[in-house]
């Protein structure tokens, strides 16, 4: 036995692009065997689980997760619930050679409702980056990624189609720092949104970014960053309409300072503080600009307690015909527990307002304001390296001023996740 564990190990392990060119062409029919055949392999090697390891260069990983959601669509009469099956697989690799650090990840993910199939996806994700370095002093990342996920119906209100999002970076970055503490930073980023379904409020669009700042790190570790951003945006799959105000594209500019401080060796404090302005080509009812941000506080007591406390406010693009953009505060608190070295509790708790601003096609006397509670607690138990079990339980709540805009969400969930 121990023979036969050990061939099948090498195989593994050893050819992982050949894995990597089969998971992209299979069949999606053919899924369900792939997730089978690789939820097998932790069985056929639980005598040697010690070898799987997150440090390792090469990892195949497998998971399924099951959550029962009371509200799919949420809405007001709360008369859409869904028992949702989750399940991947996918490989991961992280190289070091010499200077440089390669990784990469590939997620093959079957998403399965039983009450409404015609939401039923398969989401094919990936990372990759290489963490480069020509000098000890000048370093930098070469990145891309992507990521596919269902519209949120909180936004995308069509609950008889199915609307897929697909998000895509890419991006590349230079650190020099000749004398230690100051360093120049550069780069460009590219990101792609696209929805497989008309979605006019947050239209797909592709945004080129030119990055620069500067950056100084003081003996202690803290750091103080200032950075500008310049980007030019172009709306995909949209024409020109006076009459909806819809634009082909637009200009945004952000400047932007950063901070990172250890206020004592048990709390940190993380702030960002930017201000952004957005302008449209064509019409400028859909321009806007403002302070956004961030603060958070980290407190580690001890080595199992850690909280985390943390305000925000972003502006988003949203166009209506009653608004163009959205100011979104966030007040969060996230408290975590390590009951054992195996066993760990997470718990959550914010509250939030999304404002909805700017000019639209239609003057409205009263902005829409929606005000969101949501908390959630959860158990992640890992009894092997190679395996980890987990539970939630996750309630949300949404009030608006606007009619049948209000609802109630709750979703309780089951995962395990395999390392091998």
Do not use: C
Not at 90 to 118: C, H, V
Not at 319 to 348: E, F, W
Request: aromatic share 10%; net charge positive.
């Amino acid at each position: 036995m121990r023979k036969v564990q050990s061939v099948i190990r090498v195989r593994v392990i050893h050819r992982p692009f050949a894995m990597l060119k089969f998971m992209l062409t299979v069949n999606p029919r053919h899924l369900a065997a792939v997730f089978l055949y690789l939820s097998s392999l932790p069985v056929l090697l639980l005598a040697q689980t010690g070898y799987a390891d997150e440090k390792d260069t090469f990892n195949v990983i497998a998971g399924v997760s099951r959550q029962h959601d009371n509200n799919l669509f949420r809405t007001s009469s709360s008369e859409s619930s869904d028992n949702i099956t989750s399940t991947y697989a996918g490989i991961r690799l992280d190289k070091p050679y010499s200077m440089q650090r390669f990784k990469f990840e590939y997620k093959l993910t079957a998403n399965r409702y039983q009450n409404n199939d015609f939401l039923d996806f398969n989401a094919k994700d990936y990372k990759a980056a290489w963490l480069w370095a020509l000098t000890p002093y000048l370093t930098g990342t070469l990145s891309a990624d992507r990521k596919q996920q269902l519209n949120d119906f909180r936004d995308f209100n069509n609950s008889t189609v199915q609307s897929i999002r697909t998000i895509e970076n890419q991006h590349f970055e230079a650190d020099f720092s000749p004398h230690g503490n100051w360093h120049l930073l550069g780069g460009v980023t590219r990101i792609d949104v696209t929805n497989s379904q008309a979605f006019n409020e947050e239209s797909d669009f592709s945004m080129n970014s030119g990055d620069a700042g500067l950056k100084y790190v003081f003996r202690s570790g803290n750091a103080i960053t200032l950075m500008g951003h310049d980007r030019n945006g172009t709306y995909q799959k949209r024409k020109l309409n006076p009459d909806l105000l819809f634009d082909t594209g637009f200009d945004e500019t952000e400047a932007e300072a950063k901070l990172d401080w250890s206020i004592t060796g048990k709390s940190k404090i993380n702030m960002r503080l930017a201000h952004v302005k957005r302008e449209h080509d064509n019409f400028s009812q859909r321009d806007y600009s403002g302070t956004v941000g961030r603060v958070g506080y980290t407190w580690t007591p001890t080595g199992k307690i850690q909280v985390l406390v943390a305000a925000s406010r972003d502006l988003s693009s949203y166009q209506t015909s009653t608004s163009s953009y959205y100011r979104n505060d966030v007040l969060a608190i996230s408290p975590m527990y390590s009951i054992s070295a195996k066993l760990t509790a997470k718990a959550n708790a914010s509250i939030s307002e999304r404002t909805f601003l700017g000019d639209g096609t239609i003057v409205s006397s009263t902005d829409r304001v929606d005000r969101y509670k949501n908390a959630s607690i959860g158990l992640s138990w890992t009894p092997y390296r190679s395996v980890t079990l987990g539970a939630d339980v996750r309630r949300s709540t949404r009030n608006s001023n606007i009619v049948n805009r209000d609802f109630t969400d709750t979703t309780v969930g089951l995962s395990a996740d395999l390392l091998f």
